[in-house]
């Protein structure tokens, strides 16, 4: 059973030194959310089907990183172990459309993507990782389960380890800077990080709510996560999995 949902990719892994950013390829946004076969894979709360900790505020935060971006970084991080319900859009480089919807109240979430007319749905209830399918009418579902296609980029925590690499190397491989954008009518914060190459292609862009909550992303080769409804409340049925 195949589920458009969380693959984690050990180059994304915002592990200390030289690793996540150099493996991966400038602007590729690599998962980092959960799967079924991956006890201890952080969960956007930071936590795993098996509980380990994910990252944590100030966790992985480079001491050379420009003081206003390090404050997006620690919102950001402060933002994942908090309830709410957000929706978004995504666009993949090659320009596929999708929709995504966030319900988490940690350590349990729920995570739905609607691509053209596939559905797909994970929901960690507290214990086991559920993956869905909407077929013939109805949720399928499992727990084994696994996505090659690389969609799992729209997981709000999947955005946050891919930076948390670039941040590993901020001052080396990439120049650090903050910006703002508008997002849903409001100003938003941001971080910006620009690979210190010859004619570097366009900046891999970090933008929080003043909560934390991720408002944007953007990479390099024009992959973008743009919220587009929030709310600080979760209702219980996206806590659990379809009957």
Not at 5 to 19: D, E, H, R
């Amino acid at each position: 059973m195949s589920i458009v949902v969380a693959f984690a990719t050990a180059a994304c892994t915002g592990k200390s030194g030289s690793g996540g950013a150099q493996e991966n390829p400038p602007g590729t946004l690599a998962s980092g959310a959960p799967t079924s076969s991956a006890p201890g894979t952080s969960g956007p709360a930071g936590k795993g089907s098996s509980g380990a900790s994910g990252p944590s505020s100030g966790s992985s935060i480079n001491k050379s990183l420009p003081v206003a971006a390090g404050r997006v970084m620690d919102r950001a991080h402060a933002a994942q172990a908090a309830t709410y319900t957000a929706t978004y859009r995504v666009r993949q480089p090659d320009g596929t459309k999708a929709t995504s919807r966030l319900a988490q109240r940690p350590p349990k979430f729920g995570f739905e993507i609607v691509q053209g007319r596939q559905r797909k749905l994970i929901v960690f209830d507290g214990k086991v990782m559920h993956g869905c399918l909407w077929s013939g009418g109805r949720w399928r579902c499992a727990t084994e389960f696994e996505d090659p296609t690389g969609i799992s980029s729209a997981f709000p925590t999947a955005v946050m380890q891919y930076i948390d690499s670039l941040v590993q190397v901020a001052g080396h491989e990439f120049k650090v800077g903050t910006t703002r954008r508008t997002v849903m009518g409001a100003q938003v914060d941001c971080a910006t990080f620009t690979a210190t190459m010859e004619n570097p292609p366009p900046a891999q862009v970090l933008c929080v709510r003043k909560d934390g909550v991720l408002a944007s992303a953007s990479t390099s080769d024009r992959q973008v996560v743009e919220l587009t409804g929030f709310k600080p409340s979760v209702a219980a049925g996206d806590l659990v999995p379809p009957a």
